[in-house]
């Protein structure tokens, strides 16, 4: 499986993003995906994952109400909408599928996105 992130970019707070994660193989729809982010000098966090079925999705604390993940197997994407973007949300976000996703060890890594957010 091979996942590219894409759809950052630059916003003002308040806005909103959807970036998205496609994948090629056709494992991608029985595994679990998750959306990660990173900010130089600090550790990788989760802040969404989603089972194979996109049934059962969860969220770190810090972005609950604001993140939102989903999928389409059909398209062999999944999604992360954020809406009311802080700049505390600036961070490469890359998508990782199959594996331990929620332990942030999944199988499969895609090349993140930046997203900058400016107060």
């Known amino acids: 499986v091979q996942l590219q992130a894409s759809g950052g970019g630059l916003v003002q707070a308040g806005e909103s993003l959807r970036l998205s994660c496609a994948a090629s193989?056709?494992?991608?729809?029985?595994?679990?995906v998750g959306w990660f982010r990173q900010v130089p000098g600090k550790e990788r966090e989760i802040v969404a994952r989603?089972?194979?079925?996109?049934?059962?999705?969860a969220y770190t604390d810090t972005v609950k109400g604001r993140f939102t993940i989903s999928r389409d197997n059909a398209k062999n994407t999944a999604y992360l909408q954020i809406d009311s973007l802080k700049p505390e949300d600036t961070a490469v976000y890359s998508c990782?599928?199959?594996?331990?996703?929620?332990?942030?060890?999944?199988?499969?890594w895609g090349k993140g996105t930046q997203v900058t957010v400016s107060s």
């Open positions: 990782g599928a199959c594996g331990r996703v929620s332990s942030s060890d999944p199988t499969y």
């Open positions: 193989g056709r494992t991608f729809s029985t595994c679990g």
């Open positions: 989603i089972g194979w079925s996109g049934k059962d999705a």
